[in-house]
């Protein structure tokens, strides 16, 4: 059953005689559906795009199953183009909930898991893999990058995390962190044999070229596990968000909550690193557009960012390839165009705090 709406926009649901509710924010859910239809039409568009194009019609006809055109089109749909898209969108999805929690935990809009390093650990781990060890199966580097990621997510923690530690702080060692794990990859890089250190630059610039079902199925137990329990810890989220003193006031276990929201952001952005390389400033910029869209509260906050990351790399991918075709820039290199000026404006706005 439903109750009565306690505020405009909301409804609070009580399903039977379970003992669960939830809140229900009405303007999230028709923003996530009207964000969910951008990130479709930018997957479409994206497998519609090339040297053989496709209409948009055909290409959902075709995603469906249903056989369109001469024949072709579902090898060149289901085969060579829609697993990039896929891994796009959901790459997109993962560090955007990513950056929302570090945003929400750190109560500092300039965290995210490129500026503070989480990132920059997880493409060491994945670059020592490729370079130092080549034979090693491709589906052991998620694995590898997830613990480079929570290694520098616990010296971050380590060294910046007090009780009234300034946010400008953990920013400060987040970057200190970050140039650390570049520079230990540049060694690695520089001393590497010529053919996996091709390999590694090409994944270091952040691209969803070539890839294949292959690279999504190890993808998918990661998000899986962690993006449903990001969405279940976002009340706690909110009380984080507040401080430890109001958390524990409100019945939060402050250190266990705080660790699995970390565990959780580690988790994601290392996955999606190890999948597409380091895609800057996603999980940067789409956290601030969903909050300006659904405001703070992480119950609508959470997945607004994921659509938004999906939609902004699928779209960044089709920029990259359709701009200066038939060259392709990798879609890491335009979130960097559009994120780097971003993220100064932030520190501009920031500059008294």
Same mark, same amino acid.
């Given at each position: 059953?439903?109750?009565?709406? #306690?505020?405009?926009?909301?409804?609070?649901?009580?399903?039977? #005689?379970?003992?669960?509710?939830?809140?229900?924010?009405?303007?999230?859910? =028709?923003?996530?559906?009207?964000?969910?239809?951008?990130?479709?039409? &930018?997957?479409?568009?994206?497998? &519609?795009?090339?040297?053989?194009?496709?209409?948009?019609?055909?290409?959902?006809?075709?995603?469906?199953?249903?056989?369109?055109?001469?024949?072709?089109?579902?090898?060149?749909?289901?085969?060579?183009?829609?697993?990039?898209? %896929?891994?796009?969108?959901?790459?997109?999805?993962?560090?955007?909930?990513?950056?929302?929690?570090?945003?929400?935990?750190?109560?500092? @809009?300039?965290?995210? $898991?490129?500026?503070?390093?989480?990132?920059?650990?997880?493409?060491?781990?994945?670059?020592?893999?490729? +370079?130092?060890?080549?034979?090693?199966?491709?589906? %052991?580097?998620? @694995?590898? *990058?997830?613990?480079?990621?929570? +290694?520098?997510? =616990?010296?971050?923690?380590?060294?910046?995390?007090?009780?009234?530690?300034?946010?400008?702080?953990?920013?400060?060692?987040?970057?200190?962190?970050?140039?650390? *794990?570049?520079?230990?990859?540049?060694?690695?890089?520089?001393?590497?044999?010529?053919?996996?250190?091709?390999?590694?630059?090409?994944?270091?610039?952040?691209?969803?070229?070539?890839?294949?079902?292959?690279?999504?199925?190890? %993808?998918?137990?990661? !998000?899986?596990?962690?993006?449903?329990?990001?969405?279940? #810890?976002? #009340?706690?989220?909110?009380?984080?968000?507040?401080?430890?003193?109001?958390?524990?006031?409100?019945?939060?276990?402050?250190?266990?909550?705080?660790?699995?929201?970390? %565990?959780?952001?580690?988790?994601?952005?290392?996955?999606?690193?190890?999948?597409?390389?380091?895609? *800057?400033?996603?999980?940067?910029?789409?956290?601030?557009? *969903?909050?300006? !869209?659904?405001? $703070?509260?992480?119950?609508?906050?959470?997945?607004?960012?994921?659509?938004?990351?999906?939609?902004?790399?699928?779209?960044?991918?089709?920029?990259?390839?359709?701009?200066?075709?038939?060259?392709?820039?990798?879609? &890491?290199?335009?979130?960097?165009?559009?994120?780097?000026?971003?993220?100064?404006?932030?520190?501009?706005?920031?500059?008294?705090?």
């Amino acid at each position: 059953m439903m109750r009565a709406p #306690r505020a405009r926009g909301r409804a609070t649901f009580r399903p039977g #005689r379970v003992p669960v509710s939830f809140r229900l924010d009405l303007r999230a859910v =028709v923003l996530l559906v009207l964000l969910g239809l951008v990130a479709l039409a &930018g997957v479409v568009s994206s497998v &519609g795009y090339g040297e053989y194009p496709i209409a948009p019609l055909d290409v959902m006809r075709t995603m469906i199953g249903i056989e369109a055109g001469d024949g072709n089109y579902s090898f060149i749909v289901n085969t060579l183009r829609l697993p990039r898209a %896929l891994v796009a969108l959901l790459v997109g999805a993962a560090l955007g909930i990513s950056g929302a929690i570090l945003q929400g935990l750190t109560r500092n @809009p300039l965290a995210a $898991p490129d500026i503070v390093g989480i990132n920059a650990g997880a493409g060491l781990a994945a670059v020592t893999l490729i +370079v130092a060890l080549p034979s090693v199966p491709a589906a %052991l580097i998620p @694995p590898a *990058a997830f613990a480079g990621a929570l +290694v520098v997510a =616990v010296l971050l923690y380590a060294l910046a995390w007090r009780g009234n530690s300034s946010p400008i702080r953990l920013i400060l060692i987040g970057v200190g962190l970050s140039a650390i *794990a570049s520079a230990l990859t540049t060694v690695m890089i520089v001393t590497g044999e010529i053919f996996e250190v091709s390999r590694a630059l090409i994944w270091l610039t952040g691209s969803v070229y070539g890839r294949t079902w292959e690279q999504i199925w190890p %993808l998918l137990p990661w !998000l899986a596990l962690f993006v449903p329990l990001a969405l279940l #810890r976002s #009340r706690h989220l909110n009380a984080l968000n507040l401080g430890d003193e109001v958390a524990r006031g409100l019945g939060v276990r402050v250190e266990l909550e705080r660790g699995l929201l970390i %565990l959780t952001s580690v988790a994601l952005a290392a996955s999606a690193v190890a999948t597409a390389g380091t895609l *800057a400033f996603v999980g940067l910029i789409a956290p601030h557009i *969903a909050r300006l !869209l659904v405001g $703070p509260s992480h119950g609508g906050l959470l997945p607004t960012s994921a659509m938004i990351g999906g939609a902004l790399v699928v779209l960044a991918d089709l920029v990259g390839r359709a701009a200066f075709a038939p060259i392709e820039i990798p879609c &890491g290199i335009v979130t960097a165009a559009v994120g780097a000026p971003y993220f100064l404006y932030l520190l501009y706005r920031g500059r008294n705090t």
